[in-house]
C-alpha cells in the first residue's frame, strides 16, 4: 500500500500538472498575442481552433497568418525549449549528484556556438552547411571530448564535471578568436545575440523536430526513472539494486546530449533553466524521477514562455535575448544554492 507521504507526493503531482497546464496555455496565448502590434488573445484562439476544424469562425487574414505561421509556432518552440533544459538538468543532478549541475555543465553549448560561428563568420561550408547544423556538429563534437577526457562512462562525477568545464572553456576559447579575428561588426552583433538565445526566426519545422527529439528522449528517461533514482545515491548502491551502471550513463549522458545539442542549435545558447526548474519541480513532487521529470517538463515549458514574453515587454520596442532573462533568474538561484551548499563550521 501507498503510504501517506507517497500519495500526497502523487496529489501534489496532478495538482502540478493541472495548474501548469492551465498557466502554460494562457501563457502560450499571451506571448502568441503580443508583439510588433498586440492581437486579440480571444483571435489567437479561434485562430488555432479554426485550423483544428473546431470552429469556423471569421478571424481577419492578416492577423490570422500573422498567429499560425509566425507566432505560435514561437511559443510552442519556446515551451519545447524549457521542457528539453529542465528534463536535462534533472537528468545531470542525478548522474553527477550535484544540486548545481544543468546541461551545459557538459560544454555542449560551448561547442554549439563554435560550430555555429563557424558557419556564420568563417562560411563553412558555402552555403551547404546551415547555420543550425552547424551549431549542431559543434555540440556532438564538445559532447565527444567531454567522453575522452572523462575516459567515458567510468569516471566520478566530479571528474565529469571538471571534463565539461575544460571542454567549455575550449570553445568559447575558440569562439572568442573566431570573432575576434574574423567577424565584421554586423557579424559579431549577430554572433553575441545568437550565443545569448533566440526565439526569432523559429517556425514550424524547428517545432517539429523538436517535438519529436523530446517525446522519445522523455520516454527514455521515463523508462529508466528507477535508474536515476538509484545514482542519487552513487554508483555503488546503484549497481547493489541491479543496475547496469556504465551502460546506463552512457545512455543517459547521450540522450542528454542529445537533447540539448538539438535545442542549442535551433534557439540558441541559454543558460540557467536546467538549474532552476528541477530544484521547484522536486519541491513540489519530491525527489523520485517518475514523478520529478513530467514535473520539470512542465515547469520548464511554462518558465521559458514566460521568459520569452519578458523579453519582449521589458524594453518597449526592443526583444532582449532570452538568455539574459534566464540569467537573471538562474545567477541569483544559482548563489543561493552554492551558499546553502558551503562546508558548515
Not at 104 to 110: D, E, M, P, Q, Y
Not at 182 to 209: K, Y
Not at 210 to 218: G, Q
Amino acid at each position: 500500500m501507498k503510504t501517506a507521504t507517497q500519495m500526497s507526493a502523487g496529489l501534489r503531482l496532478v495538482l502540478l500538472v493541472v495548474v501548469a497546464a492551465l498557466v502554460l496555455l494562457g501563457a502560450v496565448a499571451v506571448a502568441t498575442a503580443i508583439g510588433e502590434y498586440n492581437i486579440p488573445v480571444r483571435t489567437v484562439f479561434l485562430t488555432v481552433t479554426n485550423h483544428l476544424g473546431l470552429t469556423a469562425a471569421d478571424v481577419p487574414k492578416i492577423e490570422a497568418s500573422v498567429v499560425w505561421n509566425l507566432r505560435l509556432s514561437r511559443s510552442l518552440v519556446a515551451a519545447l525549449c524549457g521542457a528539453g533544459l529542465a528534463i536535462c538538468g534533472a537528468i545531470l543532478q542525478a548522474l553527477l549528484r550535484n544540486p548545481l549541475a544543468e546541461p551545459f555543465v557538459l560544454g555542449v553549448s560551448a561547442g554549439a556556438s563554435t560550430g555555429a560561428v563557424s558557419v556564420l563568420v568563417l562560411g563553412l561550408g558555402a552555403g551547404a552547411v546551415s547555420l543550425s547544423f552547424g551549431a549542431f556538429v559543434g555540440a556532438f563534437a564538445a559532447f565527444a571530448l567531454v567522453a575522452l577526457l572523462s575516459n567515458g562512462a567510468t569516471s566520478g562525477p566530479n571528474h565529469t564535471i571538471l571534463a565539461g568545464v575544460a571542454a567549455s572553456q575550449l570553445f568559447n576559447a575558440l569562439t572568442a578568436y573566431i570573432v575576434t579575428t574574423s567577424a565584421s561588426a554586423q557579424q559579431a552583433r549577430s554572433v553575441m545575440f545568437w550565443l545569448l538565445g533566440s526565439f526569432g526566426g523559429v517556425r514550424w519545422p524547428q517545432f517539429h523536430l523538436l517535438a519529436i527529439v523530446l517525446v522519445v528522449s522523455l520516454a527514455i528517461c521515463i523508462l529508466m526513472a528507477r535508474a536515476l533514482d538509484a545514482f542519487t545515491f552513487g554508483d555503488e548502491d546503484a549497481a547493489a539494486l541491479g543496475i547496469p551502471v556504465a551502460r546506463t550513463r552512457l545512455i543517459l549522458f547521450a540522450v542528454t546530449a542529445l537533447m540539448t545539442a538539438t535545442i542549442v542549435s535551433q534557439v540558441g545558447a541559454i543558460g540557467f533553466v536546467g538549474l532552476v526548474v528541477p530544484h521547484a519541480a522536486r519541491y513540489v513532487v519530491g525527489p523520485l524521477h517518475m514523478r520529478l521529470l513530467p514535473a520539470s517538463a512542465l515547469l520548464g515549458a511554462v518558465f521559458m514562455v514566460i521568459a520569452d514574453i519578458a523579453s519582449r515587454v521589458l524594453v518597449s520596442q526592443q526583444t532582449i535575448p532570452i538568455g539574459v532573462v534566464t540569467a537573471l533568474v538562474g545567477v541569483p538561484f544559482f548563489a543561493i544554492i552554492l551558499y546553502r551548499a558551503r562546508p558548515q563550521s
